[in-house]
């Protein structure tokens, strides 16, 4: 059985894994989601599904979000701050700790953690976002496919749309969620199997692979 994640042992410590756009503003903006026509790339959501970090890569790209959200410190200690994120990030290399997959070689996560602090807390490159749901919506998952059909499945399709109908169809918040398939991606989009396998990458397909490993 997979390790659940120790998100109390974070959140005890006031550590930012979230954040919303704070520059970009919504297209639409309603109680329920925030929806940006041209997308965002300020949208940062660690752990938000259950697939958790199988890859030394994405486990850097997480420590760059991680410092990047918590530059201005953590829980308003004296300690400095790249001590203060040594400490985080080994605790979240521990794979008993639930939020990796693997064994880490400590020479490699050493390396890792000294690229990380070289960069000093640069915009780390993200993914773009174009429907955001608000935390405690209440939105069933049904209607939320809803909505992303709405807002996008009649307009031609984008590797952003089709990342965007993966992060709502793996949504944490919903224990009964299915596995992605590209038969839900199209129904989602309003679009045939064959628009989706089109427009899916290299990059999309390993995502999809990602997030279905921990449904």
């Known amino acids: 059985m997979s390790q659940e994640r120790k998100l109390k042992w974070l959140n005890?410590?006031?550590i930012i894994y979230r954040r919303n756009p704070i520059n970009d503003k919504p297209t639409?903006?309603?109680?329920?989601y925030m929806f940006y026509e041209n997308g965002t790339y300020e949208c940062y959501h660690l752990f938000n599904s259950k697939a958790k970090i199988t890859t030394y890569k994405s486990l850097?790209?997480?420590?760059?979000?991680l410092y990047y959200l918590n530059i201005?410190?953590?829980d308003g200690d004296e300690v400095s701050l790249e001590d203060d994120m040594r400490y985080i990030f080994k605790f979240i290399a521990n794979k008993e700790n639930g939020f990796v997959t693997f064994f880490?070689?400590?020479?490699i996560l050493k390396n890792i953690i000294k690229d990380v602090l070289i960069q000093g807390g640069d915009t780390p490159k993200n993914r773009i976002r174009k429907i955001i749901f608000k935390d405690f919506n209440d939105l069933t998952i049904?209607?939320?496919l809803k909505i992303v059909g709405k807002l996008i499945g009649r307009k031609k399709k984008s590797k952003e749309d089709i990342y965007d109908a993966m992060i709502c169809i793996s949504d944490k918040n919903f224990v009964t969620a299915e596995k992605i398939t590209i038969s839900k991606i199209a129904e989602l989009?309003?679009?045939s199997t064959r628009t989706v396998h089109r427009n899916m990458?290299?990059?999309?397909?390993?995502?999809?692979?990602?997030l279905n490993e921990e449904i």
């Open 60 to 65: 850097k790209w997480h420590y760059l979000v």
């Open 12 to 14: 005890d410590r006031r």
């Open 104 to 107: 880490i070689n400590n020479k």
């Open 201 to 210: 990458n290299k990059e999309l397909k390993q995502e999809k692979q990602r």
């Open 72 to 74: 201005d410190g953590v």
């Open 142 to 144: 049904i209607e939320k």
């Open 189 to 191: 989009l309003n679009c």
């Open 28 to 32: 639409i903006e309603t109680n329920k």
